[in-house]
């Protein structure tokens, strides 16, 4: 069984900054890409992914904005939000591949979405 936790969700004024976390817990053996995704009214978008290795790949609205990171020995991956806009308004889901000890090829798993509200 894993589980994905979120944390950081909230309201902010434009301009503000939130920092989102995700860490993943139980019968973890690794994990390859964690990420990011947001949902406002609509369709589900990618945010930003960062590899095992620590590349990053960001969606242009939050380039120069947004930065992902991981600690891997924490099996946790976070989102820092800066300049953030009211059109950032969307719940926030943790994405990951995990490899476990009943599926030995990574799989995704899903957090349970954190609110941000960017707002004044």
């Known amino acids: 069984q894993v589980q994905l936790v979120e944390s950081g969700g909230g309201l902010v004024q434009p301009g503000g900054s939130l920092r989102l976390s995700c860490a993943a817990s139980g019968s973890i053996f690794g994990i390859a890409t964690m990420g990011w995704y947001r949902q406002a009214p609509g369709q589900r978008e990618l945010v930003a992914v960062i590899?095992?290795?620590?590349?990053?790949n960001y969606a242009d609205s939050v380039k120069g904005r947004f930065t992902i990171s991981r600690d891997n020995a924490k099996n946790t991956v976070y989102l820092q939000m800066n300049s953030l806009k009211p059109e950032d308004t969307a719940v926030y889901y943790c994405?990951?591949?995990?490899?476990?000890?009943?599926?030995?090829?990574?799989?995704?798993?899903w957090g349970q979405g954190t609110q941000v509200t960017v707002s004044s």
């Open positions: 994405n990951a591949y995990i490899r476990t000890k009943v599926i030995s090829v990574p799989a995704p798993y």
């Open positions: 590899g095992s290795g620590g590349s990053t």
